[in-house]
Each structure stands twice: as C-alpha cells, then as structure tokens.
C-alpha cells in the first residue's frame, strides 16, 4: 500500500527533540514579575527622566600654599572669573548649554566650586581684575566632561585670548586673593581688596622703569583679560546706549528750533558784564527772571530769533516703481525776520501763514504717476501754481532756492546779496530720504556754504510723544489740529512739514510750562519707576539750551566712479578743509549737473560763527 506523499513521520531523534520544546504561550506582565533582569527593562517614554546630580570629583590643589597678598608665579597663566562665569553662553553649542548651565554654573552654582582667586589691581580708577589660575579652569571642565561625557576645552583662535600671562619683563603680577566657595565669600574677599601699591614684608622691588615694549604687552594683556562680555552683550549695551543718545539729540532739536523762533534763548547769550556798571548778581537774577516768563501765544516771543536764520524745507516725490525716477520737487521757506513783532497765535497759526512755498514738477517725467501705494496728486498743489521744469536744469534750479531762498523783491540788489549769506536751516519729515534724492537730481545740499543746521520732523514728534515709531506726516498734521488736503504732492507736503514745525516748537513749550505748574502746585501726578526711566531716556535736561547745530552727515557717492579709468592709480583721500575750498567756489557760479563734484569726506568741521 502506498504512502501518502504529504505526511512526514521523522526520526526517533526528532521525536525527542518535539516532545522537549515547551509549548509556546503568550508572553504577560507575570512571566517578568519576578525575574532578576526585570530592572534593566527600559522605562516608559511619558515618565519624567531622573535629574543627574554632579558625581564626586577629585578636588583641585594649587600646588603650593601662598599668602594672602602674595605675587603669583611668573609662569602662571590666568583666566577672568568674570569669563569662567560667561562660559557656556560664549564658547559651549546648543546641543550642551542647557544642561551644563543648569548643573554647573546657573543660579550661583559657579561659586560652590572653591575657587582659589587672584586679583591684579590697576594704577588708577580701572576695577581690579578677579582671576583664577587656567589649571584650576581646566580641572574644573574635566569635571564637567566627566559628568556629561563632553569634551569642553579653553577655546583657542578667534575665541582666543581666554587666558593670560602677566609678569613678563618686570610686568605687574597678580596677587593672591584667597579662596572661596559662595558668592557671599567672594564679595567678603573683594571687599578687602589692597591698594595697587600693596607689598608684603621682604618683597623684592618691582623695577620702576619698563621698557616701551614691556608695557605695550602688559597693557595688551590686560585689554584681553578684560574682554568678559559675549559680543553680543556688547552689541546690546552699545545699541542701548545709541539709542539713548539718539533720543536726547531728537528732544534737543526741538529745543534749537525754539531758539530759532525765539520762544527759548541760548546758554551763554546773555548782557556782557564787562559793558556795565550792574552788579554781576543783578544781572543774574535779570537773566533768570527773563528765561522763565511765561510763555503767551498772543504775545510777541521773549527773546529774539537767534542767527536770524531762514527755514527751507524740501520734499521730494519719486516714482513708486523706481526710485531714481524724480517727479516732483516742492520748497517752503520762513525768514524768521518776519517774526520778529508777530506772536505766533495757538500752535503757530500766525507764523504758518508766512510761509513762501514752491513747487516745481519734471517734465520728462510728468506722465508718471503712483496710485499702488500712495495716492499721487501731483496736479493738487494747494498754495499756488506748479512749475514745470527739465530734468537737466532741475540741480541749477534747486540751489538757486536755496542759495536765495527768500529774496527782495524791487530794486534792492544789496538787500538780496545780504539774504543770499543769511543761515540756512534744512527742514524735511525723514530728511535722509530728501538728501539721497536730491542726489539722484544732482544737488548735494551738503555743498552750501550757509547750511547751518538740519531738522527732521518726524524725529520731532518722536521727542515730543516719546515714541520709538516714526508717524507719519498726516498722523502729526492730525495730532497738531491741521488739516492737510491732497498729501504726497511734493509742495503741499513741504508746506505741511514747516507747519508742523513750528507747532511742535510750540505746544512742547507750552506743555513743559504746564508740567512745571503742576509741578509747584505740590500735586505731581503719580508715575511708576518704569515711566520714569523712559522718561529719563528721552530728557535731554531743563539746562540743556538744544546744543550745537547737527547735520545729518551721510557718506558721499563717487560721481566719478564709471568714469576712472581701472588701471588709474587710486586718488588719495581729500583733506578735512576742502569742503569748504569746494563751497567757496560753487558759491560764485550756480551748480551744474555736468560738473565733477570731489570726494568730500564723510565728517567735517562743526565749528561755525553764531
């Protein structure tokens, strides 16, 4: 009979082999229960990992044991305690900061370490160094990377200058502070530090001459032990302080817009005593009481306009799409001559209606017009008539306005000649934008010989609401109670900024004298300390007079660039004085587009005659 093909009886041996295999079950929680491998068993993803706690390292030692006061060795390199506490934020990655901040150095950690300190003190003012030795720094990163498994170093190359060697050459040396172990400790030993000239019984003189050489490296090294701020600490600190320096000079130019108009007198322009027989007391009173008369709208101002200067204002409208392309230019001038026997009115009213406005439109350029981000109206010119002129007579015409910004009319040529020398005040609502385009036209408005002083609205009114924004033109015209038609029409928008101009000047005149009233009523409003610090940051102080004229200095393009030749040798810089060589000589002809203007260096001579 034959076998079935599909059955396999197998060998004895095979069957022992089956019958032996346990049968296979299904695995459950109780088959681990009490099995001793049981702990390795890794834990469940959602239960918090325990927190790692500092294994216990080998202490470090000196090596020897000096006294308080003693010198260090020559040969001992330094580290700035200042810069062992910086770094993990300055030399450790992303991946390890956290977790070694937060073990070794965060919330006073960096002080149970007992550090033996050092301390070199400066000759004069400078804070003394507090330092430690780089074999203790070192150590005390081998027990970091013992317990993290990292491999930290002292940096080296453009992190460099981590450690330093004082003592060459007869050099200062640091001397031995003691050792601590809390931050309490080390304001203790801090607080005792010695005098630079500190020496101990038996201590060999220190030579009193050092070589030239000597002390460069002395004082270079302590210019790299110093160096215990991350960069970007630094950038911080002198954005902070850019910023704060900004907002005094925003309220000091109100206050020389003041003097201008009159409504506020300079430090220092007083009577001569010399000239009188008062007594210097007398005058001095007389000066005071004058300075604090109360300010009145419909009064002629207290003081006179100081350098009888002449406000031009320029706005310049270019096309949206391109900005080289310049459609319109619009002037507005006030000669304050014109204020002498008139009150201003509420916020200026009345000076605003002297205001001489112009407003000239590029023919080539007439057609272009913007509506995707602002409405033009470059047809809408609300104080007069517009002139048409060509893009190439467009940088002649400029200066002449403000070569003459406000001439005679009749026969009186000598009445022009002395208003063409008269100072002039360079107004604009953000005046950077005004200057780089009247660059684009070929005027450089830092070429007149009687530009006295420059005024940016829009930094104004920051000044006066203490704002870190700039508004806008029509948000200040709103804010000052003016109504402005048709904006961003190049005249109307320079007529516009001198008007608020000059009602800036006034309402902070009369708001400063409000605030003062309250003041010495013995009912001051209430203000937090925070208010009060920002308050502080934008003071630029009662006794500040607005200071020394500011021009807003920018760098000057080469207009010659495409035109050197490559294999030319490179012109040499321009001396500090020929601007005013390159002034003189404009000042007899009128600027041409055509005309190869020199490379004026980026800063020049503030020293002007009041």
Known sequence: MAKAQNVYEGSDSEEIEIEEKPPVVPKTPEVYSDDESSDDLPLPQKAPKPKRTPKPFKPFVLG????????????????????????????????????????????????????ELDLLELEGSPPPLILVTTRQFIHFLAKINKHFKTKLAIPDGANGAFEVLFGEEGTPRPRYLGQVNSKSAMDKQIYKVPSWRFKLDGEPEMPKVLTDDSYEIFRNNVALAQQKQAKKAVAKEKAVKAKIHNQKSYRQTVKRVQRYLGLRQAQGIHSNPQNTT???????????????????PNFVTNFAQENSVIFVCVDVEAYERDSRIITEVGFATLDTKDL??????????????????????????KFYNNSEYVAGCADRFEFGTSE?????????????????????????????????????????????????????????????????????????????????????????????????????????DAVYTLQVMIAMAVKYLEERQNHKKTESSGNPEKTSSSTLEKADAWSSSDESDGGLPNLFYLSFPDYNAGKRNKKSPVQKPRVANEWTAWANKES??????????PEFPTTRKTSREW
């Open 340 to 365: 002498l026997l008139l009150p201003p009115g509420d916020r200026g009213v009345n000076w605003r209606s002297l205001i001489k406005p112009r407003h000239f439109r590029i023919s080539e350029h």
């Open 588 to 597: 007899s002809s009128s600027q041409s587009s055509s005309a190869k203007r």
């Open 388 to 492: 048409f002129i060509s893009i190439k007579d467009a940088s002649t015409i400029i200066s002449d306005c403000f070569r003459n910004p406000a001439p005679k009319t009749g026969d009186a040529d000598a009445d022009n000649k002395e208003q063409a020398n008269r100072k002039v005040v360079f107004v604009g609502h953000d005046i950077v934008s005004d200057i780089k385009f009247l660059r684009t036209v070929g005027y450089d408005v830092y070429t007149l010989p009687t530009l006295f002083d420059m005024v940016d609205t829009a930094l104004m009114y920051r000044a006066l609401r203490r704002e870190m924004n700039t508004r806008s033109l029509g948000v200040i015209l709103t804010d000052m109670g003016i109504t402005g038609w048709n904006l961003h029409n190049a005249g109307n």
């Open 278 to 296: 008062l007594d210097p007391k007398t005058i001095k009173a007389a000066t005071y009481s004058l300075q604090n008369l109360a300010f009145n």
């Open 64 to 115: 020897y044991t000096p006294r308080v006061g003693e010198l260090c060795r020559e040969d001992e390199r330094f580290c700035t305690f200042q810069l062992v506490k910086s770094y993990p934020y300055q030399y450790i990655g992303k991946a390890n900061r956290q977790r070694v901040d937060d073990t070794f150095f965060n919330q006073g950690k960096i002080f149970e370490n007992s550090w």
